[in-house]
């Protein structure tokens, strides 16, 4: 079936002039489906999946932590609420389901960049990069930014979900965590109805991706990232396809 999908995505995502990388995995079967999953995409805000990583495995979640000037970005929850510091797992968790950047930029401080891009090796994610900070606009122009594929996600994904590379009380509460995300607006997008979905989104104005574990009947890993030009990050022509994509996804595993 997966590879009709697959097939279906690349020639859909052909008409609406949008690049799709897509890879799915049966984790009971350990079948793959995939096609330009090699592909490198600017990573948004799913490069928050491996920061969590690093946090959790550095521990210390009731520490307190100063919100510094520098790490504070408009319209973030934690600059929102106005307080001067929270705990750790307090942004760790801002920064997983509502996607804070200020919560991000924090973390980035308290882990550093090093022991984030430390696991891109240790997973051999080969075209997986952090570097620069959430809304790091000048970085960006300096040609720092970040990076991944879908390939890149879906082995660290499967190495959260199979416990065999973080400790394993890591693993089990970073999906607890993503299974807590409150974007549906990409693969559950066009789903009635509730469905475990431990993941995270991302976007910027060219890119739409949404990375995760699907819950059910059979767990699937799936990972789907898109690149358009575009001045708008809810671009309907990615997030029509996502939205599409996840229909028939989640029918495999509800």
């Known amino acids: ?3 009709d999908l697959t097939k279906w995505g ?5 008409k609406k002039g949008v690049e799709l990388s897509l890879f799915i995995k049966d984790l009971d079967t350990g079948d793959e489906f995939s096609f330009n999953e090699r592909m490198v995409h600017s990573s948004a805000s799913i490069i928050k999946i491996p920061i969590m990583m690093a946090v959790l495995e550095k521990g210390g979640l009731d520490d307190f932590l100063f919100l510094k000037d520098e790490n504070k970005v408009d319209f973030s929850v934690v600059t929102e609420i ?3 510091s929270y705990t750790t797992q307090e ?3 801002w920064m997983m389901i509502e996607s804070c950047n200020a919560s991000t930029n924090v973390l980035i401080d308290h882990v550093g960049f090093d022991s984030v891009n430390k696991i891109f ?3 051999a994610m080969e075209d997986t990069v952090l570097g620069r900070k959430m ?3 000048e970085a960006r122009k300096a040609g720092r930014d970040n990076f991944t594929t879908a390939k890149d996600m879906a082995l ?4 959260i979900y199979l416990e065999d590379y973080f400790g394993s009380s890591s693993s089990k509460k970073a999906i607890e965590i993503m299974k807590g995300c409150r974007s549906f607006n990409l693969l559950p997008r066009y789903h009635p109805y509730p469905i475990p979905f431990a993941h995270k989104t991302g976007g910027l104005d060219e890119v739409s991706h949404d990375v995760g574990i699907l819950f059910g009947k059979r767990n699937l890993l799936v990972c789907a990232l898109t690149t358009s030009e575009s001045d708008s990050e809810d671009d309907p022509r990615r997030t029509h396809l996502l939205g599409q994509l996840g229909r028939r996804i989640i029918e495999e595993v509800k």
Not at 10 to 14: E, F, G, H, S, V
Not at 156 to 159: D, G, K, S, W
């Open 82 to 84: 106005g307080e001067a």
């Open 91 to 93: 942004y760790l968790s």
């Open 121 to 123: 090796e240790g997973l």
């Open 135 to 137: 809304m790091d606009f």
């Open 1 to 3: 079936m997966f590879t």
């Open 156 to 159: 660290l994904l499967e190495a």
């Open 10 to 14: 690349q020639d859909l995502a052909a």
